[in-house]
């Protein structure tokens, strides 16, 4: 089966390019707010709000990790991040299907953006994103038990739903009146986006103002990155775009596209006076993460078309992707690599007395018998 291979080259991929998932590790918010609410709040931490939304899957995880001694944490965290990479992987390659499917997957550990999401509990919402999209334009191959649980699990983890709402609407729509069908994931997104935007409204999560807006230059910008930056990125995109107008799943891509470019333009509205982090590179991948995924899931939905059009588009467009984001980012460790390490030794050491546990990305803990308490929060 294909999507066997796709999860074996994505994970395959993915620890070739981030080797510090292993000795596993912690990463921000991992423990700061899931692992220490799953703690003192127990299943009610499942309907904590953290950044203005909810998170089911790594409270999920967080919760599963109590099961087990606390000093196996890390490593309870990072079997879960592997089964929903693997997962989502799988989702993509059966939606996809054949060869192009198999590297589709691999689109969530090539995709540019990729080096701060991948590889943490904390940061799997922008997996699961491009994933449940997908699922819900172009669900083939998954029975419709595992696409509500997906969706089920990826609507509710993350403020996605919100951005995609319209194309999750359309498909809603479409299917029922053109096949007389109900398009399960689209129907739990758009049941689940209304949640996460009242949750957004309650508890927001913006950033201090720095300067003047600058919203046409920043729109530019995050485009530029998603698809490799420079002139290379106006002919992945424009490559893309062509694909659109040719082919059997020609709307799919058009619906994959409209929610990228929707998507960019909430994080414009958001970061337009902050944006000196789309400048330096800090911290700031992820805003463009899930834009890189889709532009390679588009190149590679194009590669399946029939016509020599869209699949030539396709396949240069994907070249151009993948080379792109290797030449700039390479195979070398991630900037936090070795950090965070000794969790096991901490844990132990807190029975005695109160230990302070530091790890990536420069956050700190407070450890007394095997309780998490909050000591540092990021500069």
């Known amino acids: 089966m294909n999507w066997i291979a796709s999860v074996i080259i994505t994970l395959a991929i993915l620890y070739l390019r981030a080797p510090d998932i292993w ?19 127990g299943i009610f931490s499942l309907f904590q709000s953290y950044a203005g939304y909810l998170h089911t899957v790594p409270r999920l995880i ?43 997957g691999a689109a969530l550990v090539l995709a540019n953006g990729w080096v701060e999401p991948i590889g943490s509990v904390t940061n799997l919402q922008w997996l699961l994103a491009p994933t449940l999209l997908l699922l819900a334009i172009r669900a083939g191959g998954i029975s419709k038990a595992e696409g509500i649980v997906f969706a089920l699990l990826a609507s509710t983890s993350g403020p996605f739903t919100i951005a995609f709402a319209p194309a999750y609407l ?22 689940s986006a209304p949640i996460q935007l009242i949750e957004v409204m309650l508890y927001p999560n913006n950033p201090t103002p720095h300067g003047g807006s600058d919203a046409a230059w920043l729109f530019g910008r995050i485009l530029e990155l998603s698809a490799g930056g420079g002139l290379v990125a106006i002919l992945a995109i424009a490559l893309c775009v062509i694909s659109v107008f040719f082919g059997t799943h020609k709307l799919q891509r058009a619906l994959l596209i409209g929610s990228s470019l929707l998507l960019t333009a909430i994080v414009v509205a958001k970061f337009r006076h902050d944006t000196d982090i789309f400048i330096t590179g800090l911290v700031a991948d992820r ?15 194009a590669v399946r078309e029939s016509g020599p059009i869209p699949k030539i588009a396709g396949a240069i467009a994907v070249a151009i992707l993948v080379t792109s984001n290797i030449y700039a980012s390479g195979l070398s460790p991630r900037p936090w690599f070795n950090a965070g390490g000794g969790w096991a030794d901490a844990v132990e050491q807190s029975y005695s007395s109160p230990v302070r546990f530091e790890y990536a990305p420069d956050w700190a803990v407070r450890l007394e018998s095997g309780v998490v308490f909050r000591d540092k929060y990021p500069r």
């Open 23 to 41: 000795p596993a590790r912690f990463w921000a918010e991992d423990l700061y707010a899931f692992l220490i609410q799953a703690q003192h709040d």
């Open 62 to 104: 967080s919760l599963a990790s109590l099961a087990f001694p606390i000093r196996y944490a890390p490593e309870v965290f990072l079997f879960f991040v592997l089964f929903f990479t693997g997962w989502s992987a799988s989702i993509i390659a059966r939606s996809i299907g054949g060869f192009a499917g198999i590297l589709a």
């Open 170 to 191: 359309f498909v809603l729509a479409n299917d029922f009146l053109k096949r007389r069908e109900i398009n399960a994931p689209a129907l739990i997104a758009v049941a």
């Open 287 to 301: 805003y463009w993460y899930v834009q890189g995924v889709i532009w390679l899931l588009v190149g590679l939905s």
